[in-house]
């Protein structure tokens, strides 16, 4: 079994190239929904924010208030590297245990924004990065109600698109229609079953 991390900054589209592979039965394992998932239900990972950060971290339902948490981290880069200390190792534990299952499939996807800057890089054989100019890349995020400033506060957190190009294996170019997308996946996907 290949593992496969694709990654992408904000708005690049790498979710919807996951989906597309999906499609195609590709297991995928969504990084940023498991590590909320963790960081909502485990007992330990919620001390360890809560004591970086304060009770009001989580609401009274005991859910993570992500508002307030990415106010918090995206404006200081030492309190977002002591978040990422508690969160990652987690995530990639529960990485490793997901892909227990699927040992017999020609390979797995791993999808994470910050796969190069996190190291989970490490846990994968083959990176795919998906890349898009940067104005639709804001476009997008902006669509979704996060306003611009936001939207590049975040980009400021993580690695340029060639800086990804420069480390991975293949570079999606997903400036273009959802037909040239598709047809950038399934030659990857082509590729991943003949290397298998």
Same mark, same amino acid.
């Given at each position: 079994?290949?593992?496969?991390? @694709?990654?992408?900054?904000?708005?690049?589209g790498? !979710?919807? #190239?996951?989906?597309?592979? /999906?499609?195609?039965?590709?297991?995928?394992?969504?990084?940023?929904s498991?590590?909320?998932?963790?960081? $909502?239900?485990?007992?330990?990972?919620?001390?360890?924010? *809560?004591?970086?950060?304060? !009770?009001?971290?989580?609401?009274?339902?005991?859910?993570?208030?992500?508002?307030? @948490?990415a106010?918090? #981290?995206?404006?200081?880069?030492?309190?977002? /590297?002591?978040?990422?200390?508690?969160?990652?190792?987690?995530v990639?534990?529960?990485?490793?245990?997901?892909?227990?299952?699927?040992?017999?499939?020609?390979?797995? *996807?791993?999808?994470? /924004?910050?796969?190069?800057?996190?190291?989970?890089?490490?846990?994968? $054989?083959?990176?795919?990065?998906?890349? /898009?100019?940067?104005? *639709?890349?804001?476009?997008?995020?902006?669509?979704?109600?996060?306003?611009?400033?936001? #939207?590049?506060?975040?980009?400021?957190?993580?690695?340029? $698109?060639?800086?990804?190009?420069?480390?991975?294996?293949?570079?999606?170019?997903?400036?273009?229609?959802? $037909?040239?997308?598709?047809?950038? *996946?399934?030659?990857?996907?082509?590729?991943?079953?003949?290397?298998?």
């Amino acid at each position: 079994m290949i593992r496969v991390g @694709v990654t992408g900054g904000i708005g690049s589209g790498k !979710s919807t #190239v996951c989906r597309l592979l /999906a499609e195609r039965d590709v297991p995928v394992y969504d990084s940023d929904s498991r590590a909320r998932e963790l960081m $909502d239900g485990d007992g330990e990972i919620r001390r360890a924010i *809560v004591s970086l950060l304060g !009770s009001a971290a989580y609401r009274n339902d005991g859910s993570l208030d992500r508002c307030y @948490v990415a106010t918090k #981290v995206f404006g200081d880069k030492m309190l977002l /590297a002591s978040l990422n200390a508690i969160v990652h190792p987690a995530v990639a534990l529960d990485f490793e245990a997901w892909t227990l299952p699927f040992s017999s499939q020609p390979y797995v *996807v791993l999808e994470s /924004a910050i796969l190069l800057e996190s190291g989970f890089n490490r846990f994968v $054989d083959r990176v795919v990065t998906v890349a /898009a100019p940067v104005e *639709v890349r804001i476009e997008r995020v902006v669509c979704r109600g996060v306003n611009r400033e936001e #939207v590049m506060r975040r980009m400021d957190n993580q690695l340029s $698109d060639g800086e990804r190009a420069g480390r991975a294996w293949r570079v999606i170019d997903n400036g273009g229609s959802m $037909d040239y997308l598709a047809r950038q *996946v399934a030659e990857i996907h082509k590729l991943l079953l003949e290397q298998r």
